[in-house]
């Protein structure tokens, strides 16, 4: 009998007996990843979310996110709702820090420490709570069109002068923040919501345009609708990206800012997987993925930003009073504040 | 004999084993959240808990002693019957002349009535912005052949005009097929005794269609009483009509009790008013 070329009868023996011994590593290899639910928002967030925490930071460790997309409402509502129950439907919800707090000050949140999380360590001062991570954060900034504002804005107050009558306008999702902006501007403090409310009647009447998502914010100042908002820093650096003429003022009298990051239920099912994502998602080089594609500052005190994205997102000298909103009180009087704004702006 | 008798007691008739299917699907996806959302209107809303156990009449209470609320339903039910008057008038005679054509291109016409319920409303709406937007498409035209600028964006007219879009399918299939129900001989009798195509329409087609034509019309009021994308996409935040109000409810402050007593006021009332039909339509011509 001839032989194959390169196989003996000996290495085909051999062959035979490894091959049972083999089948174990290869199961090992091919076996799925360790699955955990992401209560997150969609568009370029999630893809980015992908692309800058789980695919080279999460899937490595043999965990693999199933998103459970929408908007934050049905998260908290989902979270609210299944909180008496063993096993909730989420592991990682992503919130903003107001809504976060308000869940934290519900105890239905788990606690982060540096133990579970150890990227925590590397967060900057009093944007985490004790059960909220921060992911990203922005300043509220004067938002303005260069072509039409000869002298950059300098305050909140600007967007209540004659000049700029009828060509004032903002999304109306943000009102909360802007409102907090208004009591900083009118009262010293972002808290002073009876001040606020004096201020934006006054907004109001200098016929301020109200749009229904925060996309609509931008086109406006292209086709000339308005001249002045209020806006996230992030997002202005967005709308500049996609060629919409608009730039940024910070008002003199401070910036709110817009803080949102992750929490864990109490009833996550797979709480260790929820943990290694919220550090992944801390992780220096995930942290200026978003800055570098989304606009969103890092909330680590070990990403530092280089380069262009340095200067689109870099902070005025002397830098700005940057106000982190009291979750504390600000949880307590939103409905407050939203019946108001619903009642006095939307339909004054 | 009585042996039969009982069997034939045991038996399930044939209505209740054609019902039955359908009855436990309404029951479980209809009557079980609706008793539900009941329940939950009657509970307290708290910034913290969001919604604590309770049976209280404090968020019905609030909105009819509110005089907000009662505006914000005043405009929802204009706003609903604009679009349905508008809707009978513009749909009416494409349905008659839909129903009555013998053109080879009848199932063409009806597949261009049909084809703008292949888009979700939405969308559609979305096109609506693109044409109503400051720079649109209209404000341009405007602005190139009249000198003229065109802001119908956020406004009451692109609501009603973005809602009627939405409606008018319904509107013209349902009458369509109500004419088509209709005998067109008994016009070409009256035609043949003298009678004017108006007259014999007004006095023979119009009576016939009429049980027809008030359910197209309460089909059109109840899409417009629940429209929500249109009066937030066209309308924008300050064109406050209820179903986009509920859900700020929901969304803004997750008031949950609230939502749920707006949204079954608004059922009350859109149902107390369509059976108001019954006392506009006498008696002999109703369905």
């Known amino acids: 009998m001839r032989d194959v070329p390169g196989f003996s009868r000996r290495s085909v023996l051999a062959g035979g007996l490894a091959a049972p011994l083999a089948v174990p590593a290869l199961i090992t290899g091919a076996r799925a990843n360790e699955t955990f639910v992401l209560g997150t928002w969609g568009g370029d967030y999630q893809r980015l979310q992908l692309e800058n925490i789980e695919l080279p930071l999460v899937r490595p460790l043999g965990l693999e996110a199933v998103a459970d997309t929408g908007d934050e409402p049905p998260r908290v509502a989902k979270i609210m709702a299944t909180r008496r129950l063993p096993r909730g439907p989420l592991d990682v919800a992503c919130l903003q820090a107001v809504q976060a707090y308000a869940l934290g000050e519900a105890g239905v949140l788990e606690e982060l420490t540096p133990e579970k999380v150890p990227n925590l360590a590397h967060v900057k001062e009093g944007l985490a709570t004790a059960t909220f991570a921060p992911h990203i954060w922005s300043p509220q900034i004067i938002s303005y069109s260069p072509e039409r504002v000869t002298s950059p804005p300098t305050g909140f107050g600007d967007l209540a002068d004659p000049r700029y009558n009828g060509k004032v306008g903002f999304p109306d999702g943000n009102f909360f923040y802007v409102m907090m902006a208004a009591g900083l501007f009118a009262g010293g403090s972002a808290n002073d919501f009876d001040k606020a409310k004096e201020v934006m009647t006054k ?20 086709t000339g609708e308005i001249d002045i908002g209020m806006m996230w820093l992030a997002r202005i650096s967005m709308w500049q990206n996609a060629g919409i003429p608009v730039a940024a003022a910070f008002p003199k009298e401070g910036c709110i800012l817009y803080v949102s990051g992750m929490v864990v239920p109490k009833n996550a099912p797979n709480k260790e997987a929820a943990f290694k994502y919220i550090n992944a998602m801390l992780d220096p080089a995930a942290q200026l993925g978003f800055a570098k594609n989304m606009g969103y500052l890092p909330t680590v005190t070990n990403a530092p930003l280089t380069g262009k994205v340095a200067e689109q997102l870099a902070l005025p000298t002397p830098p700005p009073k940057l106000v982190v909103p009291d979750f504390a009180f600000t949880s307590k009087i939103q409905p407050e504040i939203a019946d108001w704004w619903k009642k006095s702006i939307q339909h004054g | 004999m009585e042996e039969e008798h009982s069997t034939r007691l045991m038996k399930p008739s044939p209505a209740i084993v054609f019902l039955g299917p359908a009855t436990c699907v309404v029951m479980l996806f209809l009557v079980a959240p609706l008793v539900l959302l009941a329940r939950y209107s009657l509970n307290r809303y708290d910034p913290t808990e969001l919604m604590i156990e309770a049976v209280t009449p404090a968020n019905y209470l609030r909105f009819f002693t509110e005089a907000f609320y009662w505006e914000v339903m005043r405009t929802t039910i204009m706003v609903a019957v604009l679009v349905t008057c508008l809707s009978l008038v513009l749909g009416l005679p494409i349905a008659y002349r ?11 016409m009806m597949l261009m009535i049909v084809l703008p319920l292949f888009i979700g409303s939405t969308v559609r709406t979305v096109g609506w912005m693109i044409l109503f937007a400051q720079s649109g498409v209209m404000d341009s035209l405007a602005v190139r052949l009249f000198g003229l600028r065109i802001d119908l964006m956020y406004t009451p007219a692109a609501v009603v005009i973005g809602t009627l879009s939405v409606i008018l399918p319904f509107m013209v299939l349902t009458l369509q097929s109500v004419f088509e129900g209709i005998d067109a001989r008994l016009e070409e009798a009256a035609q043949g005794l003298g009678a004017a195509p108006g007259r014999a329409f007004w006095r023979i087609v119009w009576p016939l269609a009429l049980p027809g034509i008030g359910i197209a019309a309460i089909l059109s009021f109840i899409l417009g009483m629940n429209a929500y994308a ?18 700020w409810e929901f969304n803004t402050n ?7 007593a707006l949204a079954f006021i608004l059922m009350a009332t859109t149902l107390l008013l369509t059976t108001l039909t019954n006392v506009v339509i006498p008696r002999r011509y109703r369905a």
């Open chain 1, 203 to 222: 907004v109001n009447a200098n016929g301020l345009r109200l749009y229904p998502s925060t996309d609509a914010g931008g086109p406006p100042f292209k």
């Open chain 2, 98 to 108: 839909l129903a009555r054509t013998t053109s080879r291109w009848k199932s063409v």
């Open chain 2, 230 to 247: 249109t009066p937030v996409l066209l309308g924008g935040p300050r064109f406050q009509m209820m179903a986009p109000l509920l859900f």
């Open chain 2, 254 to 260: 997750s008031n949950w009790p609230f939502s749920a």
